[in-house]
């Protein structure tokens, strides 16, 4: 284990990751690393992003001393142990590991693997969040291509205990293993998969929820009417609108794009409303509108009302 000096500060290499984009995923994953003790570099394009990363970690921390599950003390730990950057280079230089979790756009991605390449020390393991885009390809804009693999951490991240492990055509077994043992050291359970078009889990999650828009579109029923058959029938916890609110349409249409463009397979075009809606700017809960809206302080209700079936 390997200490570096810099401004003051001293970096333990192996407890310190850096978490690019803070968005919906960029801050539950720092959350979890900052709770199990690592140091986490966390950085955003956008300071008013940032700051709102800081403001919900803090407030599902709360939540957790809540319900008991850590302390106060743990709580203030956690949010010492994050750092916020407007750049990627300071956030990255000290890395162990960096995780990647800006937008799922590949042409923003490959950009910031190409600067990775430069920026992150050369022995660091450069992961991707990416719900669906080629490891393989994100691996070519780096030198040593062994070193970059897929953690697909889940939504809500401090609560759901799956990383999907995504395994590039070149990731070295070792890489592979230290993810492994990562995931391990947070309490996450990892599994791994190959890598193709949306992996596992948005390969059966999204055409699931393209076709209860379909659904909608068609007018075989309300917003609902859809969420309700899903929860009370096949007992998932949300129905399939209120999860792509959850996700994010416009992740959800990025995602689609790239089954339908993986597999050349019509069955993963996305719908028309779909599109519609994100062109529109309803990218669900994160806008404070999608198929449901979200007023602050306030129980969502539907925003979308189709012909009711009759
Ligand atoms: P988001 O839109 O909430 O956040 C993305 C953040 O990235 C924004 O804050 C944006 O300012 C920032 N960003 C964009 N370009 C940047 C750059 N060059 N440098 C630094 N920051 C930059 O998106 P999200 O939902 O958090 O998704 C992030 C990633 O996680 C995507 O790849 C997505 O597919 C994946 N993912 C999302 C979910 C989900 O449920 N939302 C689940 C699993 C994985």
């Known amino acids: 284990m390997s200490t570096v000096q810099t401004n003051k500060v001293l970096y333990n290499m192996s407890k310190t990751i850096a978490v690019l984009g803070?968005?919906?995923?960029?801050?539950?994953?720092?959350?979890?690393?900052?709770m199990h003790g690592y140091t986490v570099h966390l950085a955003d394009l956008s300071a008013r992003q940032l700051q709102k990363a800081m403001s919900v970690i803090s407030h599902n921390l709360d939540r957790m001393v809540r319900k008991e599950r850590i302390t106060s003390d743990d709580k203030v730990r956690a949010l010492v142990n994050i750092h916020t950057f407007e750049k990627v280079a300071p956030a990255v230089e000290h890395a162990y590991l960096v995780i990647e979790a800006i937008t799922e756009n590949e042409q923003l991605k490959t950009n910031i693997f190409k600067d990775l390449n430069q920026m992150a020390p050369e022995r660091a393991i450069l992961a991707s969040n990416t719900s669906s885009i080629s490891i393989t390809r994100l691996a070519r804009e780096v030198t040593f291509p062994e070193r970059v693999i897929g953690m697909h951490f889940m939504n809500p991240v401090p609560?759901?205990?799956?990383?999907?492990?995504?395994?590039?055509?070149?990731?070295?077994d070792e890489v592979a293993d230290q993810v492994l043992d990562l995931c391990a050291d947070i309490e996450k359970i990892a599994v791994e998969v190959n890598d193709y078009p949306g992996f596992i889990s948005n390969r059966i999650l999204m055409p699931?929820?393209?076709?209860?828009?379909?659904?909608?579109?068609?007018?075989?029923?309300?917003?609902?009417?859809?969420?309700?058959?899903?929860?009370?029938g096949m007992a998932h916890p949300m129905g399939p609108l209120e999860l792509a609110d959850f996700i994010g349409l416009d992740v959800c249409l990025s995602i689609l794009d790239?089954?339908?463009?993986?597999?050349?397979?019509?069955?993963?075009?996305?719908c028309p409303l779909l599109v519609n809606m994100v062109t529109a700017g309803k990218n669900g809960r994160k806008s404070g509108e999608g198929f449901y809206t979200y007023p602050p302080d306030e129980?969502?209700?539907?925003?979308?009302?189709?012909?009711r079936p009759g």
């Open 258 to 270: 790239v089954l339908y463009e993986g597999f050349g397979n019509p069955k993963y075009a996305p």
């Open 299 to 307: 129980e969502p209700y539907v925003s979308i009302q189709f012909n």
């Open 159 to 172: 609560v759901m205990k799956l990383v999907e492990v995504i395994r590039g055509y070149q990731t070295s």
């Open 208 to 232: 699931m929820i393209n076709e209860a828009i379909y659904a909608l579109f068609e007018g075989v029923s309300t917003v609902d009417a859809i969420d309700d058959i899903m929860k009370l």
């Open 22 to 34: 803070a968005g919906t995923m960029g801050n539950g994953i720092a959350h979890v690393f900052a």
